[in-house]
């Protein structure tokens, strides 16, 4: 029992921290991002890469990637999305142009993480010593994943509701319309908040390949649950993100545990369904 | 009924009769591509039914053409077949029906992302069944179909689709749509019933996709969760509605037909790299449409009726 909520919180806190990634994203960037999952898969196997080929501790790999993951979306983001934000009347179009165009990129990232790596399971083993933690075992490394993912977590609300840096940001998410007339940089904020997503889907997926298996193709399973999450939290909700990713972690754990680890996903859509019909706007989101 | 109109069922029926008989005269092979392409087609047909006017985009393609090819896997050696096509259809309604009741009345972005996932996740459903309830993992589907036996059910789906489009663009309930597509709000307070209006088309639409994979599948014989359920399908769908102009009547025909003979090509040339051409491809066709896809479709309409 206990095991299953350690396991769970482990999954959650990876889960959360991705969301929030996302959340900003889409609270602040308004793109809607589906090729989140993709690269979060691709951090997972630059880590696995650089543990195997080149004796890199993950912690380091955490070091080299996630400014990595920053540059790379920075770059999408001048490169992809700076257009389509210039040329769209409203933000109704700007989201559909947004989900095309990240629709195509996850086949690009997914297609370029195939041909390199092939469609088989990779993981790699790092620190795979069992801890005891309150009368359970729990392995060294998913601990570890859960204590990075709470620092990381922590250290991004802080940054977001205790600098100036967040401030702005926070401002465009809340008013991007307003933003400006307090001599905000509008495009400069959205191209941060989309770098940051990126790095934190990085930092997730460098903390994610240190305890689970992982294949090319599984990208579009962890924009799903990122999106969900970020939907269940109520959409550009940091604090909603945090406590959903950890709920649908435990969800997912417990169904897998008790009932059937094939239906983990099923499971997942179902709380999707009932917060659809029960609360549209989130647990945390306003109407 | 105008001269205009009159001329244009004339010219489609000879068009339908000439590819009807194509089989008899080209190899194999062609009858093979023409396949595809007829599927494509309707595919894309489909999908711009819905989301042409109601500007949903659905991910949710192969997530139908995979329960179809899956129902007739399963029911082919235990019924007839027409009965089987008619479980299919009735599958995908269902199905169709509840996604629709439970997104279709909230904003449009959260019907995509239940779309987006919905594929793998039957997928994985299916697979958990398979596994653990009848322990079966893939069937094999015998059906004395030739290739071109396939192809002239999927040519009369493609035309009765294509009828579908044409008869709703004139009725009533196609202004509806219209008022719809130009401003929901508007439409609502007019007394449209806006999730209504959207439920109906997108059941339709799913229905003819689910009957697309349902047809299709005996050309495989062998059918798993993973075949079935390809990410790709959806994808290719997507792309050749929007390029051809998900608003007009031919325009999903326009994209679907030099588009599949490209992927045919390069999935024949570039194997390891499909995909990834496709993605690309993808992101250039929304870049080249300069206004957006919404505003894109919204020329072409303006175009059309002039």
Same mark, same amino acid.
């Given at each position: 029992m206990l095991e299953h909520v350690v396991n769970g919180l482990v999954l959650g806190g990876t889960y959360a921290l991705v969301a929030m990634g996302l959340t900003i994203q889409y609270g602040i960037a308004r793109i809607m991002n589906l090729g989140f999952g993709d690269m979060i898969i691709a951090a997972c196997f630059a880590t696995y890469v650089l543990f195997t080929t080149f004796a890199i501790n993950p912690l380091v790999a955490l070091l080299i990637l996630v400014p990595a993951g920053y540059v790379v979306s920075d770059l999408i983001y001048r490169i992809l999305m700076k257009p389509l934000v210039a040329r769209a009347p409203d933000e109704g179009a700007l989201e559909v142009d947004s989900i095309l165009v990240t629709f195509g990129l996850l086949f690009v990232i997914q297609g370029?993480?195939? &041909? #390199?790596? !092939? =469609? !088989?399971? @990779?993981s790699y083993s790092f620190l795979? +010593? /069992?801890v005891n933690v309150l009368g359970t075992v729990v392995a060294g490394n998913r601990l570890l994943a859960l204590v990075l993912s709470l620092a990381i977590g922590g250290a991004m609300v802080v940054i977001l509701f205790r600098t100036?840096? =967040?401030?702005v940001l926070r401002a465009v998410a809340l008013a991007p319309k307003s933003a /400006?007339?307090?001599g905000i940089d509008t495009d400069r904020a959205a191209r941060t908040a989309f770098a940051i997503g990126g790095a934190m889907a990085a930092t997730g997926g460098v903390v994610l390949s240190m305890f689970q298996t992982f294949t090319a193709t599984a990208g579009v399973v962890f924009t799903m649950k990122a999106l969900i999450v970020v939907i269940l939290g109520g959409k550009g909700s940091v604090p909603g993100a945090i406590v959903a990713g950890l709920l649908l972690g435990l969800v997912e754990t417990f169904v897998a545990a008790y009932v059937d680890p094939g239906l983990t996903l099923a499971a997942v859509y179902a709380v999707f369904l009932v917060l659809l019909l029960v609360r549209p706007n989130g647990l945390f989101g306003k109407a | 009924m105008n001269m205009k109109t009159l001329h244009g069922f $004339?010219? $489609? !029926? %000879? &068009? %339908? %009769?000439?590819?009807a008989c194509a089989p008899l005269l080209i190899s194999d092979y062609w009858t093979g591509v023409l396949l595809g392409m007829t599927g494509y087609v309707t595919l894309a047909t489909a999908w711009a039914l819905f989301s042409g006017p109601t500007r949903y985009i659905s991910l949710a393609t192969v997530a139908f053409f995979g329960v179809g090819a899956y129902t007739v896997a399963v029911l082919n050696e235990v019924m007839p077949y027409p009965l089987v096509l008619l479980c299919a259809a009735g599958i995908g309604m269902i199905m @169709?029906?509840?996604? =629709?009741?439970? +997104?279709l009345r909230l904003a449009g972005v959260y019907f995509v992302i239940f779309t987006f996932g919905l594929a793998e996740l039957v997928r994985q459903t299916v697979s958990w069944w398979e596994v653990n309830v009848t322990y079966t993992m893939g069937r094999y589907i015998f059906l004395p179909f030739e290739g071109r036996h396939i192809y002239w059910q999927l040519l009369a789906l493609a035309v009765v689709t294509f009828l579908i489009s044409w008869a709703i663009g004139r009725s009533r309930f196609g202004l509806a749509l219209k008022a719809l597509g130009d401003d929901e709000t508007v439409a609502a307070h007019a007394g449209v019933d806006v999730t209504r209006i959207k439920l109906l088309l997108f059941v339709i639409s799913s229905t003819i996709i689910t009957l697309v994979g349902a047809i299709q599948a005996p050309r495989w014989t062998y059918i798993e969760p993973s075949i079935v359920f390809n990410p790709t399908v959806s994808f290719m769908t997507l792309i050749m509605a929007l390029l051809g102009g &998900?608003?007009? #009547?031919?325009g999903p025909l326009v994209g679907a037909v030099p588009l599949f003979l490209l992927f045919e090509w390069l999935s024949v040339s570039f194997p390891d790299h499909f995909s990834i051409i496709l993605g690309l491809l993808f992101i250039l066709i929304v870049f080249v449409m300069p206004n957006g896809v919404l505003a894109k479709i919204d020329d072409l309409r303006k175009g059309g009726r002039t």
């Open positions: 370029v993480l195939l &041909a #390199l790596f !092939g =469609g !088989g399971y @990779a795979n +010593t /069992p100036r840096w =967040g401030m /400006p007339l307090f | $004339a010219l $489609a !029926g %000879v &068009a %339908v %009769v000439l590819l @169709a029906l509840m996604v =629709g009741l439970s +997104t &998900a608003m007009r #009547l031919w």
